[in-house]
């Protein structure tokens, strides 16, 4: 099942979904953009916990995805939600400790659209997408480089099911 009209849907988890999911949204949504997909493919971000609920994602995020092209504009924090596991194709975790929060939220049917978002990565380098917060800009550099990466190898298992 899919989000509203679309055919496929992703949602991109982190802990508060104001750096890491939001970029992942940001940049997928451009993809399919650019890949004509736009009313196909439907991506969201959500967080696993409530910090920052109805907050717009970090600046510095929104900055570095900005010099890159991509918008995070108009995105506000939420949390995962149990209709979410029922809505979703895709739903795609930053780290270890997200993805086993999702498990643990998620009906056991669920857990197979659950997964790391950098098993998709062509690049073998890590096995997740570190928290930029309480770090500098090269972070959220560094997040864009990953996300960049994986997002096009999600695109391409999202054109799978088209």
Known sequence: MSSGTAEVSVLFVCMGNICRSPTAE????QLVDDAGLGGRVHADSAGTHAY????????RAAEAAERRGYSLAG???RRVNSMDFETFD????MDDENLMNL???AEPEHHNKIQLF???????ELREVPDPYYGGS???ERVLDLVENASQALLASVKEKL
Do not use: K, W, Y
Request: no cysteine.
């Open 26 to 29: 940001g940049v997928f949504r």
């Open 52 to 59: 920052h609920t109805g907050n717009s994602p970090d600046h």
């Open 75 to 77: 995105m506000h924090a």
């Open 90 to 93: 895709f739903i795609v975790a």
């Open 103 to 105: 498990r643990d939220m």
């Open 118 to 124: 950098l098993e998709f990565s062509e690049s073998a």
């Open 138 to 140: 090269s972070g959220f």
